[in-house]
C-alpha cells in the first residue's frame, strides 16, 4: 500500500529471511496502522472497524488484531467481527482475549421472518402493494429468511425488470412468468458471484490481493 510510506520511517532495513522477515513485516503493519488511527482517534473521532468471517483467520492476524485494538479499548474505536454459527466454537477459542474487554458484546443473528421479508420490501418499493406481498413471499420461499440472500434476489429482481414501476397506472408490478422462471432456476450463490461482474479491474485486483492477508 504505497501511501503507508507516510507512516513508515524509509530507512528501516528488513532483513529477507522467512521468520523474521515476517515479524518485522508485521511490526510495520502494525505501526502504521496504529498511527493512522491515532490521527483520528486524537481528534476524538470515532473508528469503525468489521471483519467479517474471523473464523478463517490464522493466530498472526488475530495477534495484529489484538495489539491494534488494545492502546484503544479505552474509546473511539468499535471493533465489530462476524463468524459463522456452524463455527462458533472455533471463534470463541480464537478470540479468547475479547471476553475479557468490559464492552465485548455478542449479537446472534437469525433468519428473517416472513413478516420482515415483506417490511423490507415494503420499504425498498415504498409500497405495501399486492406486488410487494407477493414478491415478499416468493423471496422468502427462495431464500428462508437469509438476510444477504433477501437483498440480494430483490435488487436481481429489479434490475433484470422482474419487478418494475409501472409510471402509467403509478404503481409497482411484476411479470408472472419471468418470476415463475427465476424462482424455478434459482441459484442464490450465483446472485453474489455475478455482483463481481459489475466491479472495475483495479477493485477485483484490489479484493483479490486483501483475500491473501495471512495465508
Known amino acids: 500500500?504505497?501511501?503507508?510510506?507516510?507512516?513508515?520511517?524509509?530507512?528501516?532495513?528488513?532483513?529477507?529471511?522467512?521468520?523474521?522477515?515476517?515479524?518485522?513485516?508485521?511490526?510495520?503493519?502494525?505501526?502504521?496502522?496504529?498511527?493512522?488511527?491515532k490521527a483520528y482517534t486524537?481528534?476524538?473521532?470515532?473508528?469503525?472497524?468489521?471483519?467479517?468471517?474471523?473464523?478463517?483467520?490464522?493466530?498472526?492476524?488475530?495477534?495484529?488484531l489484538e495489539q491494534?485494538?488494545?492502546?484503544?479499548?479505552?474509546?473511539?474505536?468499535?471493533?465489530?467481527?462476524?463468524?459463522?454459527?456452524?463455527?462458533?466454537?472455533?471463534?470463541?477459542e480464537l478470540l479468547v482475549w475479547q471476553k475479557d474487554l468490559s464492552s465485548y458484546s455478542v449479537i446472534q443473528m437469525r433468519s428473517l421472518s416472513q413478516e420482515s421479508v415483506f417490511d423490507y420490501v415494503s420499504d425498498t418499493l415504498q409500497s405495501t402493494c399486492q406486488t410487494a406481498h407477493t414478491i415478499a413471499h416468493r423471496i422468502f420461499q427462495m431464500t428462508h429468511?437469509?438476510?444477504?440472500?433477501?437483498?440480494?434476489?430483490?435488487?436481481?429482481?429489479?434490475?433484470?425488470?422482474?419487478?418494475?414501476?409501472d409510471l402509467k397506472d403509478m404503481?409497482?408490478?411484476?411479470?408472472?412468468?419471468?418470476?415463475?422462471?427465476?424462482?424455478?432456476?434459482?441459484?442464490l450463490l450465483s446472485f453474489i458471484e455475478s455482483r463481481m461482474n459489475d466491479l472495475s479491474e483495479p477493485a477485483l485486483t484490489l479484493l483479490q490481493n486483501a483475500a491473501c492477508f495471512g495465508h
Do not use: C, M
Open 145 to 165: 429468511g437469509n438476510a444477504l440472500f433477501v437483498q440480494e434476489v430483490l435488487r436481481n429482481f429489479i434490475k433484470n425488470k422482474t419487478v418494475y414501476y
Open 68 to 92: 491494534i485494538y488494545t492502546p484503544f479499548e479505552d474509546g473511539h474505536l468499535l471493533v465489530i467481527i462476524a463468524s459463522r454459527e456452524e463455527y462458533t466454537e472455533t471463534s470463541n
Open 1 to 37: 500500500i504505497p501511501e503507508l510510506k507516510w507512516f513508515i520511517n524509509e530507512e528501516l532495513r528488513i532483513v529477507h529471511e522467512s521468520k523474521q522477515y515476517t515479524l518485522q513485516q508485521n511490526a510495520l503493519l502494525f505501526a502504521s496502522i496504529e498511527k493512522i488511527l
Open 42 to 64: 486524537s481528534q476524538q473521532k470515532t473508528i469503525v472497524i468489521f471483519i467479517d468471517d474471523i473464523q478463517w483467520a490464522d493466530p498472526e492476524v488475530l495477534h495484529i
Open 171 to 187: 404503481q409497482w408490478l411484476y411479470q408472472f412468468e419471468q418470476l415463475q422462471q427465476t424462482i424455478s432456476n434459482i441459484d
